[in-house]
């Protein structure tokens, strides 16, 4: 299994440009999240899916959309990009929730100039 | 208060020491309660669970108070490999579901 593959690894963009993050998993789990980290914060969550169809805001929901059409795949799409989200950003999966282990991709790195 | 608080470190230990690390939390109806490690640059992992109990792995053993609201990670006989962040996460309530802390930074010398 290859668990949480997370692409790109790296990217810059330009701020108003938009782009999306793509998070896939293989192991069949109902819930994933998005987060991001920045220096001295922490991890904050941006948005999480408890399954196909369904989506919810987390803490830093603004400038960011998701959406979730199968179990596999979580992308979240940065919609005009500011340089406040440069940040690294990482997807999670868990097969029960909040509860439960979470299992995180290795990571976007993301720069906005 | 913030929802999870850790002394940011960082700790500087040497091989062999014996470390600890608490954290805090303010909602009282968390359920859950874990210790993940981050390495520089990478992805969080798992630690351990902390039950009600007190557990143990290994070298590992986490402990949950629930009337004063603490968790505590004990490391001992700390190895170099030990490096890391050590997370406190902790389950929240609405659009925070997973609340994590900060992070303490622990550093173990040769």
């Known amino acids: 299994n290859a668990g949480v593959t997370q692409t790109p690894k790296f990217q810059v963009l330009k701020t108003g440009q938009s782009m999306t993050l793509q998070c896939a998993q293989d192991?069949?789990?109902?819930?994933m999240s998005w987060y991001r980290q920045d220096p001295g914060m922490g991890l904050r969550l941006i948005h999480y899916?408890?399954?196909?169809?369904?989506?919810d805001q987390g803490e830093v929901p603004n400038g960011y959309n998701v959406s979730r059409s199968t179990t596999e795949d979580f992308p979240l799409r940065l919609l005009s990009a500011a340089p406040s989200q440069t940040s690294v950003y990482f997807c999670a999966s868990s097969y029960g929730g909040q509860g439960s282990e979470q299992f995180f991709g290795p990571g976007t790195r993301l720069t906005v100039l | 208060r913030k929802e999870v608080e850790q002394d940011p470190g960082p700790f500087n230990v040497p091989e062999g020491a014996t470390v600890a690390f608490n954290c805090t939390y303010s909602?009282?109806?968390?359920?859950?309660f874990f210790w993940y490690r981050q390495d520089c640059r990478k992805e969080p992992k798992l630690l351990m669970s902390?039950?009600?109990s007190g557990n143990e792995d290994g070298r590992f053993t986490a402990q949950l108070n629930r009337a004063s609201q603490y968790i505590s990670l004990l490391i001992r006989d700390s190895k170099l490999s030990d490096s890391a962040t050590y997370l406190c996460v902790v389950t929240g309530s609405g659009n925070t579901p997973l609340v994590f802390g900060k992070g303490t930074r622990l550093s173990v010398i040769a």
């Open positions: 899916s408890v399954g196909a169809g369904i989506t």
């Open positions: 909602n009282s109806a968390s359920q859950s």
């Open positions: 192991m069949n789990h109902e819930y």
């Open positions: 902390v039950y009600s």
